[in-house]
């Protein structure tokens, strides 16, 4: 079993629709992230967390530490948001790799 | 600043080749992480240095990948010999501090035949 689950696997959605994404993880953790891949292959950070909320434009990120669960929401979302969406965990114990989700692929139709 | 510079980004080879991938992470950044993504097993860490020394190499699949660091602008990750199923993007990533945001590069798309 995957130490960090997705949720949905896929995902189609209307442009202007809420999108929200989950993560559980199973382990202990020091850090949360949210990654974004576009098609063509690169990778951007979007978010790290490890308490409460962050929100950057149209996305938000939340964690609850005692569940081991997060979210990740898109407001009014448009096409350009389709891509795949990566949950990723630091496992406590300071400097270290993440273990990775196996993403969610999110598609916004105009 | 350029971000994390990999190269190549595209790279074919034959089965039994040597490989070898380059990574420039970013200036002032002491932790550098290689990645690599299939189809199947999504990202996966092979290894990532600290202040340019190996810390974890347990992602390393076998003893035909190894990975340097000379300096702190430098790191390759090497395959000899290539097998096709080493085919897969590889990606290096670098972040300043023990915990915080990962910067990664363009990957390098590799197949070997």
């Known amino acids: 079993k995957n130490e960090v689950e997705q949720s949905p696997q896929n995902l189609t959605a209307q442009e202007g629709e809420f999108i929200t994404i989950n993560c559980s993880y199973s382990?202990?953790?020091?850090?949360l992230h949210w990654l974004q891949q576009h098609p063509g292959g690169g990778i951007v950070s979007l978010f790290m967390?490890?308490?409460g909320k962050k929100k950057h434009g149209r996305l938000i990120a939340t964690i609850n530490i005692q569940e081991k669960h997060s979210s990740l929401h898109i407001t009014a979302s448009h096409p350009r948001d389709s891509a795949v969406y990566i949950c990723?965990?630091?496992?406590?114990?300071?400097?270290?790799?993440?273990?990775f989700g196996k993403g969610t692929h999110l598609i916004i139709q105009p | 600043d350029a971000g994390v510079i990999q190269s190549p980004r595209h790279e074919v080879t034959e089965m039994g080749q040597e490989v070898t991938l380059r990574c420039k992470p970013i200036?002032?950044?002491?932790?550098l992480f290689w990645y690599r993504q299939t189809m199947m097993r999504g990202l996966e860490l092979l290894i990532y240095?600290?202040?340019?020394?190996?810390?974890?190499d347990s992602g390393m699949p076998e003893d035909r990948f190894s990975a340097k660091m000379p300096n702190a602008s430098f790191s390759t990750l090497k395959i000899q010999p290539s097998e096709p199923r080493d085919s897969a993007v590889y990606f290096c990533?670098?972040?300043?501090?023990?915990?915080?945001?990962?910067?990664f590069g363009s990957g390098t798309q590799l197949s070997v035949l």
């Open positions: 990533a670098s972040r300043q501090g023990e915990i915080g945001k990962l910067f």
């Open positions: 382990v202990g953790i020091s850090a």
């Open positions: 967390l490890s308490s």
């Open positions: 990723a965990v630091n496992p406590g114990g300071g400097a270290d790799g993440l273990t």
């Open positions: 200036s002032g950044h002491n932790s």
């Open positions: 240095f600290n202040n340019n020394v190996p810390i974890d």
